[in-house]
Every structure is written in C-alpha cells, then in structure tokens.
C-alpha cells in the first residue's frame, strides 16, 4: 500500500506539468499527498472493515470529506457529497489508482479480480475502470506472490488485453495527460516493467509525463510488491507528510497482515518529528 502513497507523493507536483525526464529530486517542500492516497487509505479501511460495497462507498466518503482538498475530479467530488451515492460510469483511472490494498489482501487472483470490481464499481463501473482496477490488483498480487516480471506482463495481455510491447522510449515524446484507465494503467505498469529498483519505477512513472501522481501510484504499488519494500528514506519521508488519521489506517493494516511490508519504525519515527525542511529532502 505504501508503494502506491509513495508515487502519488513524488509524482504530485508534477501533474499537468509534462515532466520529460527521470532527472529531479524525489522530494521537495511542495511534495504532499493527494486524493490517490486518500483513497488507497480509505479502500483499505473499507477491507479492514469486511469488503463490502458498502465499506466501500463509507470509507471512501468518510476520507474524501475528511480531506476535502486533496484534489478530486468534478465527478467524484460529487459523489463524495451525496447523501446516497451512486456509480457514475467512469472510465477513469481513479479505480485503479486507489486499488493496491485488494491485491495485498486477497488470498488468490480470483478473488484479487472479484474484490477489485467490487471496489471499483461503487464509483468506475465502466468496463474500463473496472478493468483497470483488477489489473493494478492483480499485478500486485502477482508481484507479492514472487512471480517474474514476464508472468505479470503474461498475464495482463491475456486477461486483459493491454499492450505491454511498447517502451518508454516510445511512449514519452507523444504522451500526454490522460485521466483514462486505458490511457494510462498500462503505460504505469510499463513502467514497473522496465525498472531495475522501486525508486527507478517511480522515476520512470514521472518521465512519461501525464497524470503524474497516479501513474507513479499504480506503478508504486506494484513496485512495491515485487521489489518487497518501500526504501526506507522514502517511506519516511512519504510518513511525515500524512495525517494523523492516514497513519491511524498504515498502523491498523499493519497489525492486522504481519507477514506484509512493515513500516512502524518510520511511523514511530516521523510521529514524534516536524514536517521535513529542505535540508532533509531527498
């Protein structure tokens, strides 16, 4: 799950801005959270819950009006206010950003495929989102499960059609920002591809350009799972910018699956500090 924070932090200041290039510094004072990790918090807090659309769309509500400036799309923003909310159709790749909890969760790629829909389809129930859900998921689940890089590649042509042949090479000259899942989940799972680290994952998400913060999400997460941990400089420095109530959920996740990656000691750690200065920045 921290994966996924991860590339949303990094990636945050570079929305809208196109960056070109694995050249920068993975964070500065204007590194921050956005509405991709409030809502992988809040998907985890709706599996620690019990999994169901109605976890769901509570814990999604609950952390959306919780954090009311984390920057979320039209749509969605009005579906967070709504007293009895309802799918909207959405092709997005807002599914897929929030989704790396159900892959560290499930026990099998059935119920990886079967709980991402779920998760998704309280807000993306277009074929798309919800194909782009289950595919973040299922590399995720793959990736914890110790499986290589060509079986995950493997299976999200098969299982879900996405064209994985391309490089980054030719990706980054004519990409641009794109909010759909099917423009965007598998130039993020490309990027996982290509990487030789967690931390080259991340910059290889920014490079492309695009939808920054989400790319690097979808990528984080599934980095995170194959390469077995967030490095432990950035995961502290991804904690100390959270809130006391997104870390409330990381403690929570953690105690409850112990076999996952732990990140106490970075919590403890960064509870117990000021937000970082410049000097401190990675």
């Known amino acids: 799950m921290l994966g996924a924070i991860s590339g949303d932090v990094v990636g945050s200041r570079f929305e809208f801005h196109n960056h070109k290039s694995k050249e920068f510094r993975l964070f500065t004072e204007r590194s921050r959270f956005t509405d991709d990790s409030v809502m992988t918090f809040a998907v985890a807090q709706a599996l620690l819950r019990g999994g169901t659309a109605p976890d769901f769309v509570k814990a999604m509500q609950e952390f959306g009006r919780a954090h009311p400036r984390a920057g979320y799309a039209r749509m969605f923003r009005k579906w967070l206010k709504s007293p009895s909310p309802e799918p909207y159709g959405s092709w997005g790749n807002g599914a897929g950003m929030r989704v790396s909890p159900v892959g560290w969760f499930c026990k099998s790629l059935d119920d990886v495929e079967r709980l991402a829909s779920v998760s998704a389809e309280v807000t993306h129930d277009h074929p798309e989102g919800i194909k782009g859900a289950q595919a973040i998921a299922g590399a995720v689940f793959l990736a914890r499960k110790s499986k290589g890089k060509e079986d995950i590649r493997d299976y999200l042509t098969r299982r879900h059609g996405y064209d994985l042949n ?86 929570a996740w953690e105690s409850k699956f112990p076999d996952q990656p732990r990140y106490q000691e970075q919590v403890m750690v960064c509870a117990e500090q000021p937000s970082p200065t410049p000097e401190k920045i990675v």
């Not at 999400?217 to 006391?244: C, D, F, K, N, W």
């Open 166 to 251: 391309r490089t980054l090479a030719e990706i980054r000259p004519s990409y641009h920002f794109d909010v759909s899942s099917q423009g965007s989940v598998p130039e993020a799972v490309i990027a996982f591809l290509e990487a030789g680290s967690f931390t080259d994952a991340i910059r290889n998400a920014v490079s492309i350009g695009g939808d920054s913060d989400t790319i690097a999400a979808m990528t984080g997460s599934i980095a995170e799972a194959y390469y077995g941990q967030v490095p432990t400089q950035i995961a502290a420095e991804v904690i100390s910018r959270l809130t006391p109530d997104l870390i409330t959920v990381l403690r």
